[in-house]
Every structure is written in structure tokens, then in C-alpha cells.
């Protein structure tokens, strides 16, 4: 009996994580349990001080129910950690994902990187203790990051590998002696944009990572589609590329060599080399934050160069896009990640791809949006790990 209410406890808690407000009678609707069993649970959540009363429902025509939401002032908390292959961002939540703490980030470069895992340890410890947060009041650690996630095993096989002995979610556990929960960047970006962004209430969608790389998360039947071991998403590896660049993953045709911010960078860069004028000359001379992030800003304030190479990029994606298009017939395309900074931009050139290779009929009922999340997406999927998968103490 004592394991059903827990589930029940645990099913609440994470309705009201996500949905905000809501009455007894709604969660009751949700859960598809008695209105009698939500109040006594809810009873609990109250007297623990996860749950405060919000205020009343709107009116239907008879009595206003009571709604209740999480208390945002009990210290309770979630460090999000958002890593991507050069820089790692931390944030700690409350438990309606405001930051209690300013966000952090720092250079940490995964790619042949030995000192990688300490560095990250030791930059979280930090982050904790500049937080003034206690240990006992953190209930997780969700870390979102690239490369091959089995979040059963708690494995990265692409990055953090040179223990043979433990898997990196059991290091992590070990060294900073809190839960810790991983999962790929780009899942944990759709599981946000299901959540809280441009993919809550749908069942099939799906969400694109642009960043250094290409990532992407498949939403189906309302749930985050993860493959027969966890790897379904390896969108940028897709051999649609026309060049024989050698990709990271060692093959050769690969999408991302030519449709990620990586690849803007270096065609803008090889574009000033040949003598193309473009504010991105002195932004790239005396970096004062990733190249990434100067083209973006670049490409936002109308420099034409910086328009030009992600346009391309965007329109490369924009073909693989298609093709994902007749295998899935989605209900939405979400682009978010640290792309989606760069705005209406993107739409363009992804649009003309999706008209120029993809079957009309497949298409004409298939929204395309960019994420108002952002470049928050990923921490906000991080903190939702923690959310999904910690236990509520008594």
C-alpha cells in the first residue's frame, strides 16, 4: 500500500513540476485515482512542505476548487549541468526552476581531454559551494551532455571513458556523493521542449539540437523516443553530405560536416581569409566569448557573411530535416539548442530545403518553430532529470 502512495506522491509531484497550478480534481483527472486518494496524498505533500496552496480555479459554474503548486521557498534543490564539447554551464533550481544562484560557465573540452571528469567534479563542488547550498537539501544532479548515453548502465561510450570499472554516472555518485542522473544533450532538449516549450500537449515531434554539432530528440506518441539502446537520434550522422570531409566519428559523408555551427565558423573564417569583409574578422582576432556565440550575434545584427554561413548551414539541415520528414510525418519540427538564438533566421533556409526535397503531402500538416527556450532548454532537460528520477524525502 506504502509503495503505490509513494508512486502516487512521486506521480503528483512531477504533475505539478510541469503543469504548474493545478486542482485536486484535475490531478485526480490526470493520475485516473480517486479524488479521495489525491487528497490524502496531497495532505502529505502539504505537510512535508513540497506543496503550497496556489489559490482558486477558475470558474465553471459552481464552487471554485483550490489549486495547489510547488513551494518554490522549501529548500529543495536541482543542479542542472548543460556540458556541450567545449563549454559547460550550472545552474541550481528551486523547485519551480528559478535559479537561486546565478548560472556559471567555464571552458571544459571533452575531445582528448584526460583531466575531464576532474575538471567537471571540481567545477560542480565549486558551483555548490559559492551556491551556499547544502548537500542534504540537493535531491539531484542532472547532467546533460554529448556523445552515446546508456542512461540504464549510466555510460558515455563517446566521452569520459578511461575507467574500465565504472560506468561515469557511478564515478560521478562516487566523487561528489549526491544522485546523479545523465543523459544526452539533445534528448535532454526535447524532453524540455515536450515539457515546458514548443512541443507540451503534442505526440509526435521533433526537436533539433544546433550547435557545434547536430543533435536531435524524437518525440512519439508523447513520449521521448530513445531506440532499441538508447541511441535513436543520431541525426547529424546521416551521410548527406557531398564533401569528403572526415567527420568526428570517423566516416566520411556525414551530415554535420557540413550543417553545424562548427562548420559556419570555419566557412566564415575561410571566407575572411579570401578577403570577405565582415565585423566577424575583429570578433574572431580578440575573442571575448565563443565563435559560436560571436556569429550568432553577428548574423542577428544583419552581417551578411555570418547570415550566409549559417543560412547554408541551416539549409544543409533543412535537407536532412526532409528526409526525417518522410520517415516520421511529425506534427511539429522544434529547433532549439544554442541555435535557436539565432531566430527567424534559421527558418528560411530550413524551409526551402523541406519545399525543395520533401513530398508535399507529407509536409502540409507539419508545423516548424523555432524553441523560445533556447539555449535554456538544455539545462531545463537536465533539471528534469533530477525531477524524474529522485526520491522525495519524508
Known amino acids: 500500500m506504502k509503495?503505490?502512495?509513494?508512486?502516487?506522491?512521486?506521480?503528483i509531484f512531477k504533475l505539478l513540476y510541469y503543469n504548474g497550478a493545478l486542482s485536486v480534481a484535475e490531478l485526480s483527472m490526470h493520475t485516473n485515482k480517486s479524488v479521495p486518494n489525491i487528497t490524502s496524498v496531497m495532505g502529505g505533500l502539504l505537510?512535508?512542505?513540497?506543496?503550497?496552496?496556489?489559490?482558486?480555479?477558475?470558474?465553471?459554474?459552481g464552487r471554485r476548487a483550490v489549486t495547489y503548486r510547488l513551494n518554490k521557498k522549501v529548500k529543495v534543490y536541482s543542479i542542472a549541468v548543460a556540458m556541450d564539447q567545449f563549454i559547460t554551464r550550472v545552474v541550481v533550481y528551486n523547485l519551480a526552476n528559478e535559479a537561486v544562484y546565478p548560472e556559471t560557465a567555464f571552458s571544459l573540452p571533452l575531445q582528448d581531454n584526460p583531466d575531464a571528469f576532474q575538471q567537471l567534479c571540481t567545477a560542480i563542488d565549486r558551483?555548490?559551494?559559492?551556491?551556499?547550498?547544502?548537500?542534504?537539501?540537493?535531491i539531484g544532479v542532472g547532467i546533460a551532455m554529448p556523445g552515446f548515453i546508456d542512461i540504464e548502465k549510466g555510460v558515455n561510450a563517446s566521452f569520459f571513458t578511461d575507467d574500465d570499472h565504472l560506468g561515469l554516472r557511478d564515478r560521478?555518485?562516487?566523487?561528489l556523493g549526491l544522485p546523479?542522473?545523465?543523459?544526452?544533450?539533445?534528448?535532454?532538449i526535447a524532453i524540455a521542449e515536450l515539457n515546458f516549450?514548443?512541443?507540451?500537449?503534442?505526440?509526435?515531434?521533433?526537436?533539433?539540437n544546433?550547435?557545434?554539432?547536430?543533435?536531435?530528440?524524437?518525440?512519439?506518441?508523447?513520449s521521448l523516443f530513445r531506440g532499441h539502446n538508447g541511441y535513436a537520434g543520431e541525426f547529424s550522422h546521416i551521410p548527406l553530405s557531398h564533401s569528403n570531409k572526415l567527420c568526428s566519428c570517423g566516416k566520411r559523408g556525414c551530415m554535420e560536416v557540413d550543417a553545424s555551427l562548427l562548420v559556419a565558423v570555419e566557412n566564415a573564417k575561410q571566407a575572411i581569409a579570401e578577403g570577405t569583409t565582415s565585423s566577424l574578422q575583429q570578433l574572431f582576432a580578440a575573442p571575448t566569448k565563443s565563435e559560436g556565440d560571436h556569429l550568432i550575434d553577428a548574423a542577428r545584427k544583419g552581417d551578411q557573411l555570418a547570415i550566409t554561413a549559417i543560412s547554408d548551414a541551416a539549409f544543409m539541415m533543412g535537407k536532412g530535416i526532409a528526409t526525417l520528414i518522410h520517415i516520421m510525418n511529425p506534427e511539429r519540427i522544434v529547433l532549439s539548442g544554442r541555435g535557436a538564438a539565432i531566430g527567424k533566421l534559421l527558418l528560411t533556409p530550413v524551409q526551402r530545403a523541406i519545399n525543395e526535397f520533401c513530398i508535399p503531402k507529407l509536409v502540409e500538416n507539419t508545423s516548424m518553430?523555432?524553441?523560445?527556450?533556447?539555449?535554456?532548454?538544455?539545462?531545463?532537460?537536465?533539471?528534469?532529470?533530477?525531477?524524474?528520477?529522485?526520491?522525495?524525502?519524508?
Open 197 to 208: 516549450g514548443a512541443a507540451k500537449g503534442m505526440r509526435d515531434v521533433m526537436v533539433v
Open 369 to 394: 518553430v523555432v524553441s523560445k527556450l533556447g539555449y535554456q532548454a538544455e539545462l531545463l532537460g537536465a533539471a528534469s532529470l533530477v525531477v524524474e528520477n529522485s526520491h522525495l524525502k519524508e
Open 3 to 11: 509503495l503505490r502512495q509513494d508512486h502516487l506522491k512521486k506521480a
Open 127 to 138: 558551483y555548490i559551494a559559492a551556491a551556499n547550498v547544502k548537500r542534504e537539501s540537493i
Open 180 to 188: 546523479v542522473y545523465i543523459e544526452n544533450d539533445s534528448s535532454a
Open 172 to 175: 560521478l555518485i562516487q566523487r
Open 47 to 61: 505537510k512535508d512542505g513540497y506543496a503550497i496552496e496556489h489559490g482558486l480555479a477558475p470558474s465553471t459554474g
Open 210 to 222: 544546433m550547435g557545434w554539432g547536430i543533435g536531435l530528440g524524437m518525440i512519439v506518441n508523447g
